[in-house]
Antibody
Framework: QVRLMEFGGGVVQSGRSLRLSCEDTGFAFRDNAMHWVRQSPGKALEWVAAISYDGDNEAYMDSVKGRFTISRDRGKTTYLQMDSLRVEDTAVYFC??????????WGQGALVTVSS | QSALTQPASVSGSPGQSITISCTGTSSDVGSYNFVSWYQQHPGKAPQLLISEANQRPSGVSNRFSGSKSGNTASLTISGLQTEDEAHYYCFSYAGGLTRIFGGGTKLTVL
């Protein structure tokens, strides 16, 4: 069964950094673009970033450009490096696999809390 | 990158049908049939219901259907059941690797 698992969530002070990891436990995502999606408490889903299957292309939502970096290794892990964190970045962060422009497999989510 | 427009809430009785709309622009929803829909129950990860505007993945109930016309996509749920009570989100291609979600719709089954 293909699964994704996020690691690295926690509490961090405003202005500091945190790195999330998304591990593909089934080794099934090497040919797929991968995405990070977040959800602030009580709010809607928000697309954050994406990386192509080969790692050569990336895209970001406007409010995280220049602060967040998505990457992937040639194995089974996708990362989200989050720098200069803000209180408004507090959210559950999900990683997800893209197939045919849809997100068909999701992780369980990792909570990131940014304190002031 | 404004969110796609969805009604904040819809409601229906068991057995009825409801439709949730998702309106964007010619740069996202209207560009291709790359719109998908997700169901999210509280505290859970979203689950894919519809891909490519009207394709239902294996394992998804045929009570869920999708369509698209111009810059507006729609999700219809027929034969409402109490377990359908959840939040629903649309998601669209917006150029390159950029994507965008709708603001979400809370479905209440009365």
């Amino acid at each position: 069964q293909v699964r994704l698992m996020e690691f690295g969530g926690g509490v961090v002070q405003s202005g500091r950094s945190l790195r999330l990891s998304c591990e593909d436990t089934g080794f099934a995502f090497r040919d797929n673009a991968m995405h990070w999606v977040r959800q602030s408490p009580g709010k809607a889903l928000e697309w954050v970033a994406a990386i192509s299957y080969d790692g050569d292309n990336e895209a970001y939502m406007d409010s995280v450009k220049g602060r967040f970096t998505i990457s992937r290794d040639r194995g089974k892990t996708t990362y989200l490096q989050m720098d200069s964190l803000r209180v408004e970045d507090t959210a559950v962060y999900f990683c997800a696999r893209e197939v045919n422009f849809a997100l068909d497999v999701w992780g369980q989510g990792a909570l990131v809390t940014v304190s002031s | 990158q404004s969110a796609l427009t969805q009604p904040a809430s819809v409601s229906g009785s068991p057995g009825q049908s409801i439709t949730i709309s998702c309106t964007g622009t010619s740069s996202d929803v209207g560009s291709y049939n790359f719109v998908s829909w997700y169901q999210q129950h509280p505290g859970k990860a979203p689950q894919l219901l519809i891909s490519e505007a009207n394709q239902r993945p294996s394992g998804v109930s045929n009570r869920f259907s999708g369509s698209k016309s111009g810059n507006t996509a729609s999700l219809t749920i027929s034969g409402l059941q109490t377990e359908d009570e959840a939040h629903y989100y649309c998601f669209s291609y917006a150029g390159g690797l950029t994507r965008i979600f709708g603001g979400g719709t809370k479905l209440t089954v009365l």
